[in-house]
């Protein structure tokens, strides 16, 4: 693939386009990484600053959850992690997910026409495509029972369009024009924003607005088991509410899928 050259990644780029109060954030820009979180994580570990940014132009060993890889190819996509650094129980932790939903959401939506809507826990859709990833991953103290360094990866499918068969079905992409560096810069900011001093029944009433399952049948698999039922409610921890006909199931962590995709 030809490299892009009009839209190349760049600190001062990014720089510019965050708000003053998050000017001087530490940010590092590669061309290729083995994945963003795996480094961002070493620097947390390693007593890096709050706000602390990474991201690169391509990954050879990017990271989604539950041990699957991210398709990174060069030029067309955004490959970030931010690390936060709020002392919070480790309890709340699942609410920095939903921020970094809501976060992503509000970014695509002030810099591109693209309509957005987030599946339960924190991907990203277009239509009925997957193009956003997130995976945060935590450093905690469990003597003291908080989370001392959160590890924020963010994976946007930009201008991606040729996906590897196995995703062709499932991948989407934003295909807009947008700046990577004006988009890694207003994502930034609003995550950042998000989680200073969350007002989480305000987060989950915004993320609850961007859902696209409330209402919908989803199948999900408990201890090998696969269940069915209608979505109910969004809890204020976040949890999915699911009625199924076994009664209420309350999920906390796991994947669901839409039944009628």
Same mark, same amino acid.
């Given at each position: ?127 009925? @495509?997957?193009?956003?990833?997130? &995976? ?8 003291? =029972? $908080? *989370?001392?360094?959160? %590890? +924020? ?54 993320? @609850?607005?961007?859902?696209?399952? &409330? ?8 201890? =090998? $088991? *696969?269940?069915?039922? %209608? +979505? ?30």
């Amino acid at each position: 693939m030809e490299k892009n050259t009009h839209d190349p990644l760049s600190v001062s780029a990014i720089r510019q386009n965050l708000p003053d109060k998050y000017r001087d954030i530490p940010i590092e820009v590669f061309d290729t990484i083995d994945s963003t979180n795996t480094y961002a994580k070493t620097l947390a570990m390693n007593g890096c600053a709050h706000g602390q940014l990474v991201t690169a132009d391509t990954q050879t060993a990017g990271r989604g959850r539950r041990g699957r890889s991210f398709y990174s190819p060069s030029d067309t996509g955004i490959y970030m992690t931010v690390v936060l650094r709020h002392q919070r129980p480790i309890q709340e932790s699942l609410m920095t997910t939903v921020a970094a939903a809501v976060a992503v959401c509000r970014a695509i939506e002030n810099l591109t026409e693209t309509d957005v809507r987030i599946k339960w826990v924190n991907d990203v859709f277009v239509g009925r @495509r997957k193009a956003v990833g997130i &995976l945060a991953e935590a450093i905690s103290d469990f003597e003291k =029972g $908080v *989370t001392e360094a959160l %590890i +924020v990866g963010i994976g946007v499918n930009l201008r991606t369009t040729d996906f590897p068969p196995e995703l062709q079905s499932i991948a989407g992409s934003l295909n807009s024009p947008c700046s990577r560096n004006a988009l890694i810069a207003r994502i930034t900011s609003e995550l950042i924003d998000l989680t200073e001093k969350p007002d989480y029944a305000y987060l989950m009433d915004e993320y @609850r607005r961007r859902s696209m399952v &409330l209402g919908r049948e989803v199948a999900f698999e408990q201890n =090998g $088991v *696969t269940y069915r039922g %209608i +979505v109910s409610a969004i809890n204020e921890a976040g949890n999915l509410e699911v009625q199924t006909k076994d009664g209420l199931m309350v999920l906390s962590a796991g994947e669901i899928s839409l039944t009628e995709y």
